[in-house]
């Protein structure tokens, strides 16, 4: 199955869109990391602004170490940062850091999507890795019920991404209202923001449609496989 060409042929579309999504936030990110903002502040400022203006308190911001490490860790209400979206006085560094700070604002909010989210990730983790293993195991062994039960489980995956891409794209919505109305960026400055945040944005679609189709691989190939069993 590993080697199956349906795989690709199946997938090609996500694969492609993960090709060009990675290629547009890199192209996004370098352009837009070069242009400083007339606020003159850094990301850590950025999002400290950002969440103040809207009211959100009790949220740490600290550095951590690597490239585009950006997250926001709900869990212990900090909001971590790469270095150079901590240290940058660019507009890439703004937009990023303000795009984590919007999630911490649904967390305040308690926006509904994010819960879900947050209550999915341990069953979506165990379902990325545990699905796999049980849907090969099942066509290992020839044992229809289990190869079931492992597209069952890769689906916690799936869902995990459909709940993800509107928590995203809320939370990009939140930065770029929160930038503008703060004095953070000019309306003048707010496109290349909107391209970088856009850019990322594009990441979780085609990750989302990589596993919709990964999910539609399985599904033909244990309905292939059933009809053989009968």
Same mark, same amino acid.
């Given at each position: 199955?590993?080697?199956?060409?349906?795989?690709?042929?199946?997938?090609?579309?996500?694969?492609l869109?993960?090709?060009?999504?990675?290629?547009?936030i890199?192209?996004? #990110?370098?352009?837009?990391?070069?242009?400083?903002?007339?606020?003159?502040?850094?990301?850590?400022?950025?999002?400290?602004?950002?969440?103040?203006?809207?009211?959100?308190?009790?949220?740490?911001?600290?550095?951590?170490?690597?490239?585009?490490?950006?997250?926001?860790?709900?869990? !212990?209400?900090?909001?971590?940062?790469?270095?150079?979206? #901590?240290?940058?006085?660019?507009?890439?560094?703004v937009g990023?850091a303000?795009?984590?700070?919007?999630?911490?604002i649904q967390?305040?909010?308690?926006?509904?999507?994010?819960?879900?989210?947050?209550?999915?990730?341990?069953?979506?983790n165990?379902g990325?890795g545990?699905?796999w293993?049980?849907?090969?195991?099942?066509?290992?062994?020839?044992?229809t019920?289990?190869?079931?039960?492992?597209i069952?489980?890769?689906?916690?995956?799936?869902?995990?991404?459909?709940?993800?891409?509107?928590?995203?794209?809320?939370?990009?919505?939140? !930065?770029?209202q929160?930038?503008?109305?703060?004095?953070?960026i000019?309306?003048?400055?707010?496109?290349?923001?909107?391209?970088v945040?856009?850019?990322?944005?594009l990441?979780?679609? !085609?990750?989302?449609?990589?596993?919709i189709?990964?999910?539609?691989?399985?599904?033909?190939r244990?309905g292939?496989?059933?009809r053989r069993?009968?």
């Amino acid at each position: 199955m590993i080697f199956d060409p349906l795989y690709f042929i199946v997938l090609a579309p996500g694969i492609l869109l993960g090709f060009y999504a990675q290629w547009k936030i890199s192209s996004a #990110y370098n352009r837009a990391s070069r242009i400083a903002t007339r606020s003159g502040i850094n990301g850590a400022e950025a999002a400290a602004h950002v969440m103040d203006g809207a009211g959100v308190r009790g949220v740490g911001i600290e550095d951590i170490p690597g490239q585009l490490t950006d997250h926001y860790d709900p869990s !212990a209400k900090v909001l971590r940062l790469s270095p150079d979206v #901590y240290e940058g006085h660019s507009i890439a560094s703004v937009g990023i850091a303000a795009h984590e700070a919007g999630h911490a604002i649904q967390d305040a909010r308690r926006y509904a999507p994010l819960v879900v989210r947050n209550a999915v990730v341990p069953l979506a983790n165990f379902g990325s890795g545990a699905g796999w293993i049980v849907i090969v195991l099942g066509f290992a062994l020839q044992m229809t019920g289990l190869i079931w039960i492992g597209i069952a489980v890769f689906s916690l995956t799936v869902i995990f991404q459909l709940v993800n891409l509107p928590v995203e794209f809320d939370a990009s919505r939140r !930065a770029k209202q929160e930038l503008v109305r703060t004095g953070i960026i000019s309306p003048e400055e707010l496109p290349e923001v909107r391209r970088v945040l856009s850019a990322a944005a594009l990441t979780y679609v !085609a990750a989302t449609l990589t596993s919709i189709l990964t999910l539609l691989y399985f599904l033909m190939r244990a309905g292939a496989f059933g009809r053989r069993s009968d």
